[in-house]
């Protein structure tokens, strides 16, 4: 089945209502093109570079090898290492990605799935067997525990921000949204399951959250731009 402008099962913006099982799993994420991805994957891992400075060409050359192609299939363990990934620049959702556990192209064989409009993070495990990407620019692999300077505001078609990273804690708004199509998420992992979500909602008018030092991600698609407000 083709890839490109699929609707990502978990990730369909419009049903959220927190906590509820039809609630949206996946990260419709924003940010730049390939190039710029590699540049700010390369400054999210840069710390653990530095720490590690004595194998400087075997740690670029492991880095280098863990990053994914923006089109094509995966195999996890020979083409692809588990981890976490980013990839930055998609517009229009047109970015599509799967984790599957077999290769057969069925429903039943995704694990967690997502159009990306932004920047998408994902984690890739050492028991999915293929992670599947089609119209995305290209995936660096990150560190999820990496310290940056977070950002006070972000576009609310951002995508995916990393927090701590990408964006600081705290209460965030965003006004002049129309129709529920503003959905936020505020998120545990990049797992992109039910289980990853902590809260989130489909937001007409003003929208106000508070986004936890304890969260790993937050979401936003179809926002107008955030500003931290406390």
């Not at 730049?32 to 999210?44: C, F, H, L, Y």
């Not at 192609?69 to 990934?85: A, M, N, W």
Request: glycine share 16%; charged share 25%; hydrophobic share 30%.
């Amino acid at each position: 089945m083709g890839m490109k402008g699929k609707v990502a099962l978990g990730a369909v913006v419009g049903i959220v209502v927190i906590g509820a099982v039809s609630a949206t799993s996946g990260g419709d994420d924003g940010g730049s093109d390939g190039k710029s991805s590699s540049a700010s994957a390369g400054q999210q891992s840069g710390g653990e570079k530095d720490a590690g400075s004595t194998g400087g060409t075997d740690t670029a050359e492991a880095e280098k090898k863990a990053a994914i192609g923006g089109d094509g299939d995966f195999e996890v363990g020979s083409d692809v290492k588990p981890g976490t990934y980013r990839t930055t620049g998609n517009t229009d959702g047109m970015c599509y990605w799967e984790r599957a556990k077999d290769a057969s192209g069925e429903l039943d064989a995704l694990l967690a799935n997502d159009n990306v409009t932004g920047t998408g993070y994902v984690t890739v495990k050492a028991t999915d067997k293929f992670f599947k990407s089609n119209g995305c620019g290209d995936w660096e692999a990150v560190d999820p525990k990496a310290k940056g300077t977070p950002a006070s505001k972000m576009s609310g078609e951002g995508g995916m921000f990393a927090v701590g990273t990408d964006i600081a804690p705290g209460t965030y708004k965003s006004t002049g949204n129309t129709d529920d199509m503003c959905y936020w998420e505020r998120a545990k992992n990049a797992d992109h399951s039910l289980e990853s979500i902590i809260a989130n909602n489909n937001v007409s008018g003003t929208a106000v959250v508070r986004i936890s030092a304890s969260d790993a991600y937050f979401k936003t698609v179809g926002c107008s731009d955030w500003q931290k407000t406390g």
